[in-house]
């Protein structure tokens, strides 16, 4: 591994890593692309009410995208947006993919009624597969969550997460660190005191770091010039662990190596899976954040 202290300030020497795919072991689905319900301060790829740079996928897109992944030997998938149930055919969608492999959908909680937290729990005790949601929550405090993921949204995220566990299936909290006391034992604790304290005596939580672009790069900064990969910088453990290297993302407009890249200029690899098993270059600086936290989207 590269010791960082001689990395500070300095940026790097010589050219981007490349990364080959070493096998598709999960395949990534945009299914509403960059639409949402909410406007989060800190999205890296900006999704929002009216942004449709990446459109709904549509029914058929996703069945073809599972049964091509699937016959390649991928082991998981995940369901990702914008909001992804805000899709009309999201049911469809999650039976379909269902029948071919485990499944996570990323949700921000807020549309999830008591009738869909029913169904979803159903349609969990009875998948043949693993079938898990993962809902975002920012912050202990309304004042936190808010902060970041807008007005009246933390008791909005919290009673759809409730739902669900009542329904019967324990939901997984994604938490990213933008308060950076989140990141620290206590502030970890606050998230389990919060969730014992609304009857999730089972909770499941899961930390990210923020990524530097979209709208988080306006609210917390962008990244300096020394954050950026270069070859050498990676040994045969680090290039493994990086999440590129057995993943990819479908959205209606093509494939790219990972969610986080999907808004970002030349990261398009092609309109198929097929074409997307090549090698990449890992010269985005999200990169960096990857290899540096240990960043991986997967639960």
């Known amino acids: 591994m590269i010791d960082l202290n001689l990395a500070i300030d300095r940026p790097p020497e010589g050219p981007a890593p490349e990364l080959e795919l070493r096998h598709l072991d999960t395949l990534w689905l945009q299914v509403t692309g960059t639409l ?3 406007a989060c301060r800190h999205c890296f790829i900006s999704c929002g009410p009216k942004n449709e740079s990446h459109p709904f996928m549509e029914l058929e897109e996703v069945r073809r995208a599972v049964e091509t992944a699937a016959a390649m030997g991928v082991k998981e998938f995940y369901f990702t947006g914008g909001e992804p149930f805000m899709h009309p055919q999201i049911r469809e969608m999650i039976a379909l993919t ?16 008591e009738e869909l937290a029913a169904w979803l729990a159903e349609t969990f005790h009875n998948a043949r597969y693993n ?3 993962r809902v975002s929550l920012d912050g202990t405090t309304p004042e936190e969550n808010d902060a970041i993921r807008g007005r009246h949204t933390f008791e909005k995220i919290l009673g759809g997460a409730v739902r669900l566990h009542e329904a019967g299936l324990n939901p997984v909290f994604t938490v990213t660190t933008c308060h950076a006391e989140l990141a620290e034992s206590a502030g970890r604790q ?7 304290e609304r009857g999730i005596t089972r909770p499941r939580l899961k930390f990210l770091a923020p990524f530097k672009i979209g ?5 917390g900064g962008a990244y300096e010039d020394f954050e950026r990969l270069s070859e050498g910088m990676l040994d045969e453990e680090a290039r493994a662990s990086l999440q590129c290297s057995s993943c990819r993302m479908v959205t ?8 986080i890249l999907i808004e970002e200029e030349g990261a398009r690899m092609g309109d198929t899976l097929d074409d997307a098993m090549g090698p990449i270059k890992l010269d985005h600086p999200a990169c960096y954040t990857c290899f540096v936290e240990g ?4 639960t």
Do not use: M, Q, W
């Open 36 to 38: 949402c319900n909410l």
């Open 98 to 113: 269902l029948e071919h492999g485990p499944l996570s959908i990323l949700t921000n909680g807020v549309l999830i009624d």
């Open 131 to 133: 079938f898990d949601v």
């Open 190 to 196: 606050r998230f389990f005191d919060l969730l014992a």
């Open 215 to 219: 709208r988080e790069e306006r609210r």
């Open 252 to 259: 209606a407009k093509g494939v790219y190596p990972c969610p």
């Open 295 to 298: 960043v991986t989207c997967r």
